[in-house]
Nanobody, 124 residues
Framework: QVQLVESGGGLVQAGGSLRLSCAASGLTFSNYLMAWFRQAPGKEREFVVT????????YYADSVKGRFTISRDNANNTMYLQMNSLKPEDTAVYYC?????????????????WGQGTQVTVSS
């Protein structure tokens, strides 16, 4: 079955960096649009960034643009999120997601598979 497994979360001070990974199995990774979402306590799940099948096109939420960088390694079925200049408001559970859609989408229900999430906490 399809599995998406996030790792790399943790506790970091404001201004610090973290690198999240999402390891995929049970699907042809290069056939899927991939994305990162996040959800803070008491808030709805929020789009962070998406990357197309080849990795050549990305789209970021304004809140993370210039600080976060998404990438993917199709040979190793893995996606990454490099997060720099972290802020307390970045604190959330971060989820990776896979979609069969060809065109980019920021809507959670258009993603077919989800990981279990990894906690990122940024202290002030």
């Amino acid at each position: 079955q399809v599995q998406l497994v996030e790792s790399g979360g943790g506790l970091v001070q404001a201004g610090g960096s973290l690198r999240l990974s999402c390891a995929a199995s049970g699907l042809t990774f290069s056939n899927y649009l991939m994305a990162w979402f996040r959800q803070a306590p008491g808030k709805e799940r929020e789009f962070v960034v998406t990357i197309n099948r080849s990795g050549g096109s990305t789209y970021y939420a304004d809140s993370v643009k210039g600080r976060f960088t998404i990438s993917r390694d199709n040979a190793n079925n893995t996606m990454y999120l490099q997060m720099n200049s972290l802020k307390p408001e970045d604190t959330a559970v971060y989820y990776c997601a896979a979609s069969r859609m060809f065109l980019r989408t920021t809507i959670p229900k258009r993603y077919d598979y989800w990981g279990q999430g990894t906690q990122v906490t940024v202290s002030s």
